[in-house]
């Protein structure tokens, strides 16, 4: 029988716990990030008195620094996000398309707020560029 179609599970109450330990745990994890990331940042742009070969090198390390931080930033936002879902009950549900998600993608990836069909559709999309 091959019924990979239909083969999602539906969430289970359990499961929304563990989601809910893990989401809080990333948002935990990114906020002190972010806050280390912060810190280093600033330690950076205090520290004035170096030569043109290390002003360079620092210049690189901040853009780091600043595009991490960007990362982790909007990662927080869709883990706090996932989380209101979670309460608000509509989590595991994909925001696009309305449909469920599946019990493992929602394990795997609690975050995320889109099924695989849309998130590919998405990915398509930005990798196709804009116009049309
Ligand atoms: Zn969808």
Redesign the pocket.
């Known amino acids: 029988m091959n019924r990979a179609e239909t083969g999602e599970s539906p969430l289970r109450p359990g499961d929304l716990e563990e989601a809910a330990v893990r989401l809080s745990e990333q948002a935990d994890r990114l906020r002190s990030r972010l806050a280390r990331n912060e810190e280093t940042a600033s330690a950076l742009r205090a520290d004035c008195d170096l030569d043109a070969a290390d002003t360079g090198a620092k210049a690189v390390t901040l853009r780091e620094l600043h595009s991490r931080a960007e990362t982790d930033a909007a990662l927080l936002e869709r883990t706090v996000a996932a989380l209101d879902r979670l309460r608000g009950g509509s989590f595991g549900i994909?925001t696009?398309?309305?449909?469920p998600?599946g019990r493992e993608r929602a394990l795997a990836l609690p975050h995320a707020e889109?099924?695989v069909?849309?998130?590919e559709e998405r990915a398509g999309e930005r990798g196709a560029g804009p116009g049309g």
């Not at 696009?96 to 449909?99: A, E, L, M, N």
């Open positions: 994909c696009r398309c309305g449909r998600q889109l099924c069909v849309c998130a």
